[in-house]
């Protein structure tokens, strides 16, 4: 089945998992804008009264013109449940997320929901997370110091870039790109990359999914994470 399809089809699963009355963190990328447009539909056809907690610029300004209400998430005491995708799950429930650069803001979101969905096509199954590499979120502010740092770990850091610019990231940082392969022990590289100071964040997300809906060529599959 097209990848397309796929992302549309996990979309549609993911908000039957969204009660009236529910406060939802809305994730960021290619496979949550079918999720934000199935919820959208469900809000104008059902009258669904739900507050969303975006995170990302992006995912507000979809939501908003769908009719969907969104909230800050300093307004809001608590996530009911957050909805995001993320670029690489492993068969331990480790996952890597920030190719769509809203890794920050995306962790503050997971971390204050209670329960954590992902949605992904089954193209982001791995054996073990690391090939599609993991975005480090920077501060401008001698981020090229982080970068020689990494270079010398052998991370092979790549300066993510908009056109000739380096990438900004809602909150104005930079994004570093580390390749270093499949990552045999990622709660190790988690806490190096977090304290190396000018890293605000990074993409690894370890110990933080409930369940995963993966979009299948025979339809949705719920893969249940054990803590």
């Known amino acids: 089945m097209d990848q397309n399809k796929l992302k549309a089809q996990v979309g549609k699963e993911a908000v039957k998992y969204i009660d009236d009355g529910m ?81 920050l803001w995306e962790k503050i979101v997971n971390n204050a929901s209670t329960k954590k969905i992902w949605i992904v096509d089954q193209s982001k199954l791995v054996p073990r997370i690391g090939d599609f590499g993991v975005p480090v979120e920077v ?27 380096k990438y900004r990231t809602d909150e104005n940082n930079f994004i570093i790109d580390i390749k270093v392969g499949q990552i045999q022990d990622p709660h190790a590289l988690a806490e190096d990359l977090i304290h190396t100071v000018g890293v605000v964040e990074h993409g690894l997300f370890l110990n933080r999914v409930d369940d995963v809906i993966v979009g299948r060529d025979n339809g949705p599959e719920v893969l249940h994470a054990n803590k």
């Open 23 to 103: 406060i939802v963190g809305l994730g960021t990328g290619s496979t949550v804008r079918y999720m934000v447009d199935a919820l959208g539909e469900r809000v104008q056809k059902e009258g669904l009264n739900i507050v969303g907690v975006t995170t990302s610029n992006r995912t507000t300004k979809q939501a908003e013109s769908l009719g969907i209400t969104i909230k800050d998430i300093d307004d809001v005491d608590h996530i009911d449940v957050c909805i995001d995708g993320a670029d690489e799950v492993d068969d331990d429930f480790n996952g890597i997320k920030g190719g769509g650069g809203a890794l």
């Open 139 to 165: 501060i401008p502010f001698g981020a090229q110091h982080v970068f020689n740092a990494f270079e010398k770990k052998g991370y092979n850091p790549q300066w993510r870039m908009d056109g000739d610019q």
